[in-house]
């Protein structure tokens, strides 16, 4: 059995899930918060659906190559499926058209750059915060 675990998992050792530093994005007096901080460090919001397939994969794509500090940035994530009213009024507060899975970067109060499905990976936040 050890032998096949190695040829088909590449090894029998459990793999460690990455962690990111997520903040829970539950409530729309958030967002006025997340606008007034947006102007002394940057904030990200990943929008989620924990139903669709396409926004797990592309979540966990996400996790694998995020890198950036708590220093850097703050990170929240929405469940868009729990919070409906959160994710409609993200999308009026800062003038983005709603998709899912979807990631905002927030500066000065506005929205600097968003991606949503596989765009979301492209984005380099290293150069946008």
């Known amino acids: 059995m050890g032998l096949f675990n190695k040829i088909f998992n590449g090894s029998s050792e459990p793999k460690e899930e990455k962690v990111l530093p997520w903040l829970d994005l539950s409530s729309v007096a958030q967002l006025d918060e ?64 709603h998709e899912s899975p979807q990631l905002l970067i927030i500066k000065n109060g506005v929205v600097v750059a968003h991606g949503s499905h596989g765009s979301i990976n492209d984005l380099n936040l290293e150069q946008l915060v």
Do not use: P, W
């Open 34 to 97: 997340i606008e007034e901080k947006s102007k002394s460090k940057t904030q990200i919001i990943f929008k989620h659906s924990t139903r669709c397939g396409i926004s797990r994969m592309v979540m966990k794509q996400f996790v694998a190559v995020y890198s950036l500090s708590e220093t850097d940035a703050d990170l929240y994530y929405l469940d868009l499926l729990n919070y409906r009213d959160v994710s409609n009024e993200t999308g009026y507060k800062f003038q983005v058209l």
